[in-house]
């Protein structure tokens, strides 16, 4: 049965990888995005998590093109790194508010429609680096643990009206966002990884559609590592 599925920063990256996913499924997917056109194949809205009313109006788009949204996955994401010392506050407070407060934003606004549908699917797109912590990143790790409270208490309150709300942890996934870790690190972390090597997006992909897929309905809380086994189970 064809799905209204909504990814937040579906317009590039993991998140466009999810998007084409899903609509290879014959799902009806809609992406986020803050500029530009939607992707070729794919419909869009135009907005920003980190304002609630443009997020609002998206929501309310798509709900009135293709009725309530029933996968949620929140991928939008940013880093600001640096060291603790020099990091600047307001860096600080734009991951965590992009990452964390973001996905809390979509959540709440696509419940409601999930709970009178009473079925629902939301998937928070994490990182190994919220449960390992990680130097320079003191602003990334915490918005991305964060969302761990954040899915098991959504999961509690959601429960009871059959929406399940879980976390993939991606490690090194091949996109923009790692293009600046730099060699050392790079090395470091897939040294630490028993596969030894980077993610590809559409792995990442294939996990958050398991989450969705009524193969997972007695899953909810969950965080699932897709990091070739660095920070395995949490
Ligand atoms: P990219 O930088 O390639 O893409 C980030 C996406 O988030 C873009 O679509 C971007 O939109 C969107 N975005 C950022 N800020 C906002 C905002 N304020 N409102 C709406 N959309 C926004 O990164 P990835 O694809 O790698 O990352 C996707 C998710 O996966 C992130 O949450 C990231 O933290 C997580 N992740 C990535 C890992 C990796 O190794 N790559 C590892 C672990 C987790 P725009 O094009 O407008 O900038």
Redesign the pocket.
Known sequence: MSRTVLI??????????IARSFAEDGDKVV?????GEPPEGLAGVR?????SESLQRGVREVEERFGPVEVLV??????RDGLSPMMREEDFVEVI???LV?AFRAARLVAPGMIGAKRGRIVF?????GFMGSPGQTN?AA??SGMLGLARSLAWELGKRNITVNLV??????????KE?SGKRRTGLLDQTPLRR??T?DE?ADAVRFLASDAAAYITGAALPV?GGLAMGH
Do not use: F, Q, W
């Not at 929140?74 to 880093?79: P, R, S």
């Open positions: 937040t920063g579906g317009n590039r990256g993991i998140g466009l990888s992406v986020t995005h803050r500029s907005c920003d998590v980190t304002d929140a991928n939008a994401g940013i880093t508010d992009t990452n973001g797109v994490s990182s190994v680096m990334y918005s991305k942890t991606p490690g090194l996934i091949e996109t923009d966002m790692i870790v980077t993610g997006p990442v990091s």
